[in-house]
Every structure is written in C-alpha cells, then in structure tokens.
C-alpha cells in the first residue's frame, strides 16, 4: 500500500515489522504506527474461560500446568 504524508504530500516509506505499522515520511519526518490484531495470536484476545482437565486423571500436574497455558 501506498500513502501520502499528510502534511507535506510526499509518500510514506513502510517501516513496518512484524505486527507493528509503522510508516514514516522521509520530507517532513511525519509517521505514524499502529498495531495489526489479525496478525497476533487471537487467543490472547479471547475472553472465553476455559478449563482443562485430564480425562482419566493419570495426566501429571506439571503437564496441565503446560497445557493450560
């Protein structure tokens, strides 16, 4: 994508990684950044609460411990 500097009219260079935007104006020295969700892990933004448990209760604790995380 391409964008124009809103304050100069100059186009923006894309310095963006990973899931930060960020686009900076080489003229003016404007930016911004933003943050892309859709590249994140959703399930850091679900607010479901869930539980885990072992179905023949052989299962270790420290392996619910890993698994629940």
């Known amino acids: 994508m391409k964008y ?7 186009e923006m260079l894309n310095q ?15 930016a911004y950044a ?9 399930i850091k933004f679900d607010e479901i609460i869930y539980s885990v448990k072992s179905v023949d209760n052989k299962t270790s604790l420290d392996v619910l411990k890993i698994v629940s995380k």
């Open 16 to 30: 963006s990684e990973g899931p930060y935007i960020h686009f900076v104006c080489p003229k003016c020295g404007n």
């Open 34 to 42: 933003t943050y892309d969700y859709t590249k994140d892990n959703p």
């Open 4 to 10: 124009k500097c809103e304050e100069c009219g100059a």
